[in-house]
């Protein structure tokens, strides 16, 4: 591992040395949460803790590229952030805005390519100006995709799915065509992407809140109580050594139960020993 990522410590070093690089996730998808609390608890305003998530996201951005993960999705604004104060949502278009003019250049220059999901066209216009211009910048590089979740809602993004498949059918007059989950997929706002192998979820919530419903369907949940101005290199290791445990069976038995049954089934009745005696019909079986 040193030579994708040095520790900062003696606790990095730790773990790093444990993690197996070959099983690291494809796609790793983030809520972040906790900004406000974090605030709160420092007697600061929200905007502090946003400020603070986006130096906790430029970390995880950098260490993921040096760890070669092949994408990373962040939940940075959901459709249901427009509930919160103006102000508030006016900052965080301002920061976003002062973020992308202050890292693209970075971005680029480390072959990520950046990506946006959701429904840009709602946002205001200098902020998608920003967000398309970035998008182009990167557009051919080859690292890690940088996907970024802006006006996002997994129900929004099927609804949207479905009426593009609609559209496809209407245009093509298409009255014998079924979709399946490929189709369906391919209509996303993430297709050509992996979906996530491992969800990280910060400040402790137990619920997904409507992010990627279809992509995280076999996705392995990591719940850390760490607030997401928080949630460090360390955390982000011990989120990759807990996934390194984890036995993924896609519905199916799982190595060690299908391995246990077959041996149990190999072994042969003390009947089918004795029934299995040297006879023309039956020799080489078994």
Same mark, same amino acid.
């Given at each position: 591992?040193?030579?994708?990522?040095?520790?900062? %410590?003696?606790?990095?070093?730790?773990?790093?040395?444990?993690?197996?690089?070959?099983?690291?996730?494809?796609?790793?998808?983030?809520?972040? *949460?906790?900004?406000?609390?974090? !605030?709160? =608890?420092?007697?600061?305003?929200?905007?502090?803790?946003?400020?603070?998530?986006?130096?906790?996201?430029?970390?995880?951005?950098? /260490?993921?590229?040096?760890?070669?993960?092949?994408?990373? /999705?962040?939940?940075?604004?959901?459709? &249901?952030?427009? =509930?919160?104060?103006?102000? &508030?949502?006016?900052?965080?278009?301002?920061?976003?805005?002062?973020?992308?003019? =202050?890292?693209?250049?970075?971005?680029?220059? %480390?072959?990520?390519?950046? #990506?946006? #999901?959701?429904?840009?066209?709602?946002?205001?216009?200098?902020?998608?100006?920003?967000?398309?211009?970035?998008?182009?910048? +990167?557009?051919? %590089? +080859?690292?890690?995709?940088?996907?970024?979740?802006? %006006?996002?809602?997994?129900?929004?993004?099927?609804?949207?799915?479905?009426?593009? @498949?609609?559209?496809?059918?209407?245009?093509?007059?298409?009255?014998?065509?079924?979709?399946?989950?490929? $189709?369906?997929?391919?209509?996303?706002?993430?297709?050509?992407?992996?979906?996530?192998?491992?969800?990280?979820? $910060?400040?402790?919530?137990?619920?997904?809140?409507?992010?990627? @419903?279809?992509?995280?369907?076999?996705?392995?949940?990591?719940?850390?109580? +760490?607030?997401?101005? *928080?949630?460090?290199?360390?955390?982000?290791?011990?989120?990759? !050594?807990?996934?390194? $445990?984890?036995?993924?069976?896609?519905?199916?038995?799982?190595?060690?139960?299908?391995?246990?049954? =077959?041996?149990?089934?190999?072994?042969?009745?003390?009947? &089918?020993?004795?029934?299995?005696?040297?006879?023309?019909?039956?020799?080489?079986?078994?």
């Amino acid at each position: 591992m040193s030579d994708l990522l040095k520790p900062a %410590n003696r606790a990095e070093a730790t773990l790093l040395g444990e993690l197996d690089p070959a099983r690291f996730p494809k796609h790793i998808a983030m809520i972040m *949460d906790g900004n406000g609390r974090w !605030a709160e =608890r420092r007697h600061l305003p929200r905007v502090a803790g946003h400020r603070a998530g986006v130096k906790a996201a430029r970390e995880m951005i950098r /260490t993921c590229a040096q760890l070669k993960i092949s994408c990373l /999705t962040l939940y940075a604004f959901s459709l &249901e952030n427009w =509930r919160r104060p103006e102000a &508030e949502v006016d900052f965080l278009m301002r920061l976003l805005r002062e973020y992308l003019k =202050r890292e693209m250049p970075s971005i680029h220059r %480390n072959n990520i390519r950046f #990506i946006v #999901i959701g429904r840009m066209n709602q946002l205001p216009e200098a902020v998608r100006r920003d967000l398309e211009d970035s998008m182009r910048l +990167t557009a051919r %590089n +080859t690292g890690m995709k940088l996907v970024v979740a802006l %006006n996002y809602g997994g129900r929004a993004e099927l609804a949207d799915a479905f009426n593009s @498949l609609l559209d496809h059918v209407r245009a093509n007059g298409l009255s014998a065509f079924h979709a399946d989950e490929q $189709t369906i997929s391919d209509h996303l706002y993430t297709a050509g992407l992996p979906d996530p192998d491992l969800l990280i979820r $910060t400040s402790g919530e137990m619920r997904v809140s409507n992010f990627l @419903l279809w992509q995280i369907a076999y996705a392995e949940i990591y719940v850390t109580e +760490t607030l997401w101005p *928080d949630f460090s290199r360390i955390r982000l290791f011990e989120a990759l !050594a807990d996934f390194q $445990t984890r036995e993924r069976r896609y519905g199916g038995l799982g190595r060690n139960v299908a391995a246990r049954d =077959r041996a149990v089934g190999d072994a042969p009745s003390e009947a &089918e020993r004795s029934d299995r005696s040297p006879h023309p019909a039956r020799m080489g079986r078994g």
